[in-house]
C-alpha cells in the first residue's frame, strides 16, 4: 500500500471510531504530534501503527456490535476467520 493509502486509511478508521487524533495517538501509545506526523504525510507510517490500528478498530467493532468499524481492507478476512471458527464449533 502506498504512503498516501495508508494515510488515507488511517484518517478513515479514525473518523469511522468517532475518535480525534489525540484519542488514536493514546490509544496506540504515541505522542500526538507524531501521530498527527502520519496523517498530515511529514511521516512514514510503520506498517506496525497501522495494523494495530486496525487491531483496535475490529476490537471497537466487537464491543459496539457494529460491523462496519472493521476497516473495509480487513472485512473479508474477519468474515473468513468467522467461517473457520463456526465451522470448529
Do not use: C
Not at 493514546?26 to 505522542?31: G, P, R, S, T, W
Not at 471497537?60 to 478476512?77: D, F, K, Q, T, W
Amino acid at each position: 500500500m502506498s504512503e498516501q493509502g495508508k494515510m488515507q486509511e488511517l484518517v478513515a478508521i479514525r473518523t469511522a471510531l468517532g475518535f480525534t487524533q489525540s484519542r488514536m495517538a493514546h490509544e496506540i501509545d504515541m505522542n500526538l504530534r507524531d501521530y498527527q506526523a502520519f496523517e498530515w504525510g511529514e511521516a512514514e507510517i510503520p506498517d506496525l501503527y497501522l495494523r494495530a490500528i486496525e487491531r483496535i478498530a475490529m476490537l471497537y467493532a466487537v464491543r459496539h456490535r457494529n460491523p462496519m468499524l472493521v476497516p473495509p481492507s480487513m472485512r473479508a478476512e474477519v468474515l473468513q476467520f468467522a467461517r473457520l471458527v463456526e465451522m470448529e464449533a
